[in-house]
């Protein structure tokens, strides 16, 4: 079965520092993989996707997603946060015949002003 | 374009009381439907999935239900609800290519 995991679990930045979260999953094959964003008071959201293709997928807001698949990773990046980029993030792929999703634990991110 | 429908926003109920929640959809048919449950400091779980009226499959052995009695309708229900099932339950339907569209959740309390 399909496993994401998340090892930040929360991290802490200053305005305009840079942002890299890490996300690896498990299953070698073919991968659908997404990054999800809540925003405080608000519904989770999608960032960006990969399907297939070009490796690095720009999404919403900014944030941009490289696809690894020798390292079975895809971590998000934003080059220069803001205090509005504060929320959880969630790493996530398609698995099952039902495309249900598996995610990983999260991770906090907090941007100082 | 789809919309999810969660009732109720909170709620706090004490252990051993029966528990029901309830998802709605609109602006799709037949939509592949979903149930996550977000516990405090811990990801988001999948609970319950639905291909269809009254087919659902659950993903983990726990004290929750699931059903499906219109096209557009997803319940999840509990006969004794234990403390163990705090939480921040989302309703999600599946898009197309693959994405899911996840409601604005219930954050339930038991005591």
């Known amino acids: 079965a399909q496993s994401v995991s998340q090892h930040n679990h929360h991290v802490i930045l200053s305005e305009a520092a840079s942002l890299e979260l890490g996300c690896n999953y498990s299953?070698?094959?073919?991968?659908?993989l997404f990054w999800y964003v809540q925003y405080p008071g608000q519904h989770l959201q999608l960032l960006l996707k990969y399907f297939s293709g070009d490796p690095l997928v720009k999404g919403i807001k900014g944030f941009e997603a490289e696809f690894i698949k020798s390292k079975f990773s895809f971590n998000l990046r934003k080059p220069s946060v803001q205090w509005s980029d504060t929320a959880e993030y969630f790493c996530?792929?398609?698995?099952?015949?039902?495309?249900?999703?598996?995610f990983g634990s999260g991770t906090q991110l907090t941007v100082l002003p | 374009s789809q919309t999810i429908h969660q009732w109720p926003a909170t709620l706090v109920q004490p252990v051993g009381s029966p528990l029901s929640l309830e998802c709605t959809v609109e602006?799709?048919?037949?939509?592949?439907l979903y149930w996550y449950r977000q516990a405090a400091g811990r990801g988001l779980q999948l609970l319950f999935y639905?291909?269809?009226?009254?087919?659902i499959s659950s993903e983990v052995p726990q004290n929750l239900s699931a059903s499906r009695p219109q096209d557009r309708q997803f319940i999840l229900s509990s006969k004794k609800l234990l403390l163990s099932d705090s939480g921040f339950y989302l309703c999600a339907l599946a898009g197309t290519p693959y994405e899911q569209y996840f409601g604005p959740g219930t954050r339930l309390t038991v005591t």
């Open positions: 996530a792929a398609l698995s099952g015949s039902a495309r249900q999703l598996t």
């Open positions: 639905s291909i269809g009226i009254d087919q």
């Open positions: 299953y070698g094959g073919t991968v659908n």
């Open positions: 602006g799709t048919s037949n939509p592949n």
